[in-house]
């Protein structure tokens, strides 16, 4: 099939943009684009703006790093110092008093199935919204849009009685079952216009070469959509990462707390027991680590999804 | 004249297909078993609690004790609750300011930073902020911006200026706002670069050979052709914004208090009527009522938009 | 399309009754377990807080000497968030524990709480007196719903009071003030020598309402405040007691005496900042030490005093944290065993030991630095702190009387408009709560 979407691809180049179309496929890298000449000063002051925004973000990264190995007088003393001792303790304090080792198996467990299940049940549907004409679609697709502007404040407690009638409760695989449905319309709403906005041609080709609709959508359609899918994918589970609410109504056991529970409990024990930023830090490292590394990882695998998925 | 017809040749590639051919009816033959499991998920996790939400709605609860009918009371007891038009206010603020906010930069960095050799990088530092949850982001903001934070500390080294109270009262809701947008923008770079990505390189060749500018190329290649993927943002973000929660939530400190009133959203009130706050006030019914106003509103709002938004769809 | 969405409506609608009420058919078989050999205890502390390594040691010591085992969830302070969605109808604990405010909100008003006067008649275990006998009826006011019906039994106490470092100033140590003006003068005398008087983490707005509604309680007497806030025609504002107190607070803010950035600071920095002597006071609970006494320099010496006097009133504004068994408990006996056994002397007295806190038993020795205030608790009367307006108006305390109150103490509005506001707003409050 790649064959095939490969050849598509070569036929549309040569036959609009020319030879110039055809760009190293498989550099993973966006070509340079040419300067006429001409500075433009837009650009310079735009190129300030990415920079300081990137530098901004990379001290409040430092900052998270540096406190966690910081004792909590010396944070409050000199936030923005480096450390005077390192306190690696408060890692492993973190680790193992605090049981972040327990919730991060839950929360791992929980996000990857959670957004996995999402996409599995709502990459069909935006399939058939987006391109099946169909007199039901437009309102469906409105209809999974407006899901997403409810708040679970108000839908937690008829959610808890309706799981607590079937014994879902104070289980992470009732909470599975949660993430995975209250993702939903978000899934759907952003694939849909996302496959909306994909090349038809393949497709049409797929069925002259008498693909069933189904294979079409298999073979053609999801490496096609895959960045979008990815997308999708690590936003869903960088949500279901950091989810509290459900969590606090739904778990009531420790050994099933996922870190943002574990990491509010260290927080909420400021109060009458004193702050351990030191700790807290670690804590909060220890919650953003996994999803920053899953980020950089598959984020390069969204341009290669782009550049080769789509073969443009 | 030249860009016209370029993109005359992108649009409208699906008519060709004609009729209604075989392939076409065997995916109408899938449009059910494939919509019905995530419509199924949708109605009922999403959609039955909050029908049960508007049962609710007309009725005073604490949540556990029967439920008493008292009609449209929640209603007209929320149009007259100044706390109320606060959040709302608010609500709506957030979403067309910071939302200007947010797509401005987003776009002016999209088209920056995609021709940077450290693209993917810088796409991933940008987008740090919205992994981290917003309680701790908060809590950082807290340290910058505090009486002796890091700013009001730069500030004096370098001009001995007086300590600007940027988190008092008068001051806290815009510093949310510039929080807002700093936490949210590194999504919509990811997305509306995810869709200026997929614009084919020969448009912007062309349009280079024609002489366009830079501002030409922006309004009549990359607008028109990543539209699609601008509106799909535009209206996650006004859904999205409706319910932005934590960042807001955590000026409240840490103690379980909630942040003024004078800062709320629409998010917080359901949450300071409900289970929030120190000695929480339990109001499930007049909670369900103003997110209920506040969903019907935002419907609205989104209709709307998506009407404002809609252009015929754009292959390529 | 309008029409299609109205459709989709009501296909809604009519699939989630159709849920509900599968639902509600194939859940609700499970019953109670009867036979009180376990019970399930959901904890406001963590595991690794020493409140939760003193009731560990006593769930311990309780396990063996009875053969009752606990089923104990460290939970954390959201542990009456939890219990309020388990009332709607999933397992409920036998056991609870939090603020008494918290408690009472969340299961007293709907009923949800089992009366505790049967353990408060029960004997300690090992000791010759009853629960009641051991605590006194002083802490009543709190653990008591208006019938007079017990439904928390206190294990930890907590005393309002303003606290200082002692080795900093040594003359207030030597003669604390006792009234408004011996306070004031106090205050005055610390900026004359550069030093701020308050210290005031303004972004919790409970920790700011302590000083206005402590302020109230002294000119009215104990329920004054309460008492105003309840009247539906906030008649009673405009009067000259109020007045006062509310001018004594307003001088704070106008003489300059809160530590610079209290109006615009993140928790914990303000009490950090007085804890490294940046400020003279700190109004605060029994808690303090515990919470600030990581920053603190290494002679400070934790002491303090009651809140002055602004009139006859001199009572000791306090809390309670205590036990509750929610109504739906299945083993409510095995519960009301442990509290009792938990309020045994010894083991009691680890709350004070190991966790610097004190305890409801007058008998049991107190953390030095808690010795102050445990002198107050045990000579004067009892006032709820914030005269348990929180607790008892907690929608209308937040939205209303802290924006207001914050506005006050950091000098935006005088004391006549304070009042015209307050009046004003809780006339629209009370009105549309109908």
């Given at each position: 099939m790649s064959s095939e979407a490969g050849t598509l691809t070569t036929e549309r180049g040569a036959g609009r943009?020319?030879?110039?179309?055809?760009?190293?496929?498989?550099?993973?890298q966006v070509p340079r684009r040419r300067r006429t000449g001409r500075p433009e000063p837009g650009r310079v002051v735009g190129r300030v703006l990415v920079w300081s925004f990137v530098a901004f973000n990379v001290l409040i990264f430092l900052f998270l790093i540096t406190s966690s190995v910081k004792s909590t007088p010396d944070i409050f003393d000199?936030?923005?110092?480096?450390?005077?001792?390192?306190?690696?303790e408060n890692w492993s304090n973190a680790w193992n008093e605090s049981g972040f080792a327990r919730a991060t198996v839950n929360t791992v467990a929980l996000a990857v199935a959670g957004s996995v299940s999402t996409l599995v049940v709502s990459a069909p549907a935006a399939y058939v919204l987006s391109r099946v004409r169909h007199r039901s679609a437009g309102p469906l697709s409105l209809f999974f849009a407006l899901?997403?502007?409810?708040?679970?404040q108000v839908t937690v407690i008829p959610l808890f009685e309706m799981m607590s009638n079937v014994g879902l409760v104070n289980s992470l695989f009732g909470l599975y079952v949660l993430y995975t449905a209250t993702h939903v319309p978000f899934t759907v709403f952003l694939l849909t216009g996302f496959m909306r906005s994909l090349p038809g041609e393949i497709e049409e080709a797929a069925a002259i070469d008498g693909a069933s609709a189904l294979r079409s959508f298999a073979q053609v359609m999801l490496p096609l959509a895959r960045s979008g899918l990815v997308t999708v994918l690590i936003l869903n589970a960088i949500s279901m990462w950091n989810e509290t609410l459900l969590g606090i109504v739904f778990l009531q056991s420790v050994d099933k707390y996922t870190l943002s529970l574990a990491v509010l409990n260290f927080l909420s024990?400021?109060?009458?027991?004193?702050?351990?930023y030191g700790g807290l830090f670690a804590g909060v490292c220890i919650l953003v680590l996994p999803m920053l590394l899953l980020y950089v990882w598959l984020g390069r695998r969204i341009v290669e999804g782009i550049t080769l998925g789509a073969g443009k | 004249m030249a860009l016209a017809a370029l993109s005359g040749t992108a649009t409208?590639?699906?008519?060709?297909?004609?009729?209604?051919?075989a392939f076409e009816r065997s995916r109408r033959r899938l449009y059910l078993p494939f919509v019905v499991p995530a419509l199924l998920l949708h109605l009922v996790f999403v959609i039955g609690p909050t029908a049960a939400a508007l049962w609710i709605s007309f009725h005073r609860w604490d949540g556990v004790s029967p439920m008493e009918w008292t009609g449209l009371d929640n209603y007209t007891a929320l149009l007259e609750d100044s706390t109320f038009r606060t959040a709302l206010v608010n609500t709506l603020v957030i979403l067309v300011v910071a939302g200007l906010a947010i797509f401005v930069i987003s776009f002016v960095l999209t088209m920056i930073v995609r021709e940077l050799r450290w693209k993917s990088f810088v796409r991933s530092v940008l987008f740090f902020p919205h992994i981290v949850s917003a309680i701790v982001l908060s809590i950082v903001w807290g340290f910058i911006f505090?009486?002796?934070?890091v700013v009001n500390t730069i500030l004096d080294r370098l001009f001995g200026a007086e300590p600007i109270p940027w988190l008092n009262a008068d001051n806290l809701f815009v510093m949310i706002l510039i929080g807002t947008v700093w936490l949210s923008t590194g999504l919509y770079v990811t997305i509306i670069m995810a869709g200026v990505d997929r614009i084919p390189q020969y448009f912007y060749d062309d349009a280079q050979l024609a002489g366009a500018s830079a501002f030409q190329r922006l309004r009549h290649v990359t607008l028109p052709l990543s539209w699609d993927v601008i509106s799909v943002a535009a209206i996650f973000w006004t859904i999205s914004s409706l319910k932005i929660f934590e960042f807001i939530y955590a000026f409240g400190g840490t103690t379980n208090d909630l942040p003024p009133?004078?800062?709320?959203n629409s998010a917080l009130f359901v949450y300071g009527e409900s289970?929030?706050?120190?000695?929480?006030?339990?109001l499930f019914g007049y909670a369900s009522a103003s997110a209920i106003l506040m969903l019907g509103l935002f419907a609205f709002l989104v209709v709307g938009l998506r009407r404002l938004m809609r252009r015929d769809p754009i292959e390529f | 399309m309008r029409y299609r969405l109205r459709r989709e409506g009501r296909v809604a609608l009519a699939f989630t009754l159709m849920m509900v009420t599968a639902a509600a058919a194939c859940g609700s078989e499970d019953s109670a377990s009867?036979?009180?050999d376990e019970l399930t205890y959901w904890s406001?502390?963590?595991?690794?807080?020493p409140q939760a390594q003193v009731l560990a040691e006593a769930i311990e010591a309780f396990e063996a000497d009875t053969g009752i085992t606990v089923n104990v969830?460290?939970?954390?302070?959201?542990n009456i968030t939890k219990l309020l969605a388990a009332l709607?109808?999933?397992?409920?604990?036998d056991l609870i524990d939090q603020q008494y405010f918290t408690i009472s909100n969340a299961i007293v008003g709907n009923e949800?709480?089992?009366?505790?006067g049967d353990v408060y008649d029960m004997e300690i275990p090992?000791?010759?007196?009853?629960v009641a006998e051991a605590i006194t009826d002083k802490y009543d006011m709190f653990t008591?719903?208006?019938?007079?019906?017990?439904f928390l039994v206190p294990y930890e106490v907590i005393g309002y009071t303003i606290w200082y470092d002692a080795a900093a100033l040594p003359a207030v140590a030597a003669s604390p003030p006792a009234t408004w003006d011996d306070f004031a003068a106090l205050l005055a005398e610390a900026k004359s020598a550069g030093r701020s008087g308050i210290a005031l983490d303004g972004d919790i707005a409970g920790y700011a309402e302590y000083w206005t509604a402590t302020a109230l309680v002294r000119a009215l007497g104990p329920g004054g405040y309460n008492e105003l806030v309840s009247d539906e025609e906030a008649?009673?504002?405009?009067t000259p007691q109020v007045r006062d107190a509310l001018s004594a607070i307003e001088e704070l803010a106008g003489g300059g005496?809160?530590?610079?950035g209290y109006d615009s600071s993140k928790f914990p920095a303000i009490q950090t900042q007085w804890a490294q002597g940046?400020?003279?006071?700190l109004y605060m609970g029994s808690w303090a030490p515990t919470e600030t006494g990581e920053f603190a320099a290494p002679e400070f010496e934790y002491r303090s005093f009651n809140f002055?006097?602004?009139?006859?009133d001199d009572s000791l504004p306090a809390s309670v944290i205590g036990f509750a068994i929610p109504e739906?408990?299945?083993n409510a006996d095995a519960a009301s065993e442990f509290i009792a056994y938990f309020l045994n002397k010894d083991r009691l007295s680890l709350i004070s030991t190991e966790a610097a806190n004190l305890t409801p038993r007058a008998d049991v020795e107190v953390p030095p630095q808690l010795a102050d205030v445990n002198e107050l608790l045990q000579s004067k009367s009892l006032s709820k702190i914030t005269d348990g307006v929180l607790g008892d108006h907690s929608d209308f305390d937040t939205k209303i009387f802290q924006p207001l109150n914050l506005e006050l103490m950091t000098g935006k509005i005088s004391v006549d408009e304070f009042i015209e506001r307050i009046a004003s707003e809780q006339r629209d409050y009370w009105e549309s709560q109908g």
């Open positions: 943009g020319g030879p110039r179309s055809g760009r190293g496929a498989g550099t993973g000199a936030p923005w110092g480096l450390p005077t001792s390192l306190h690696l899901g997403l502007g409810i708040p679970a024990s400021m109060q009458f027991s004193g702050a351990d | 409208r590639r699906r008519d060709h297909a004609g009729g209604m051919s505090q009486h002796n934070g009133p004078g800062v709320w289970f929030g706050g120190r000695s929480p006030s339990y | 009867g036979s009180s406001m502390w963590q595991e690794k807080e969830e460290w939970q954390g302070r959201d709607r109808g999933g397992d409920v604990p949800q709480f089992t009366p505790l090992e000791e010759d007196l009853t008591t719903t208006d019938d007079g019906e017990h008649a009673g504002w405009d005496y809160f530590i610079p940046d400020a003279d006071f002055p006097t602004l009139g006859t739906p408990a299945d």
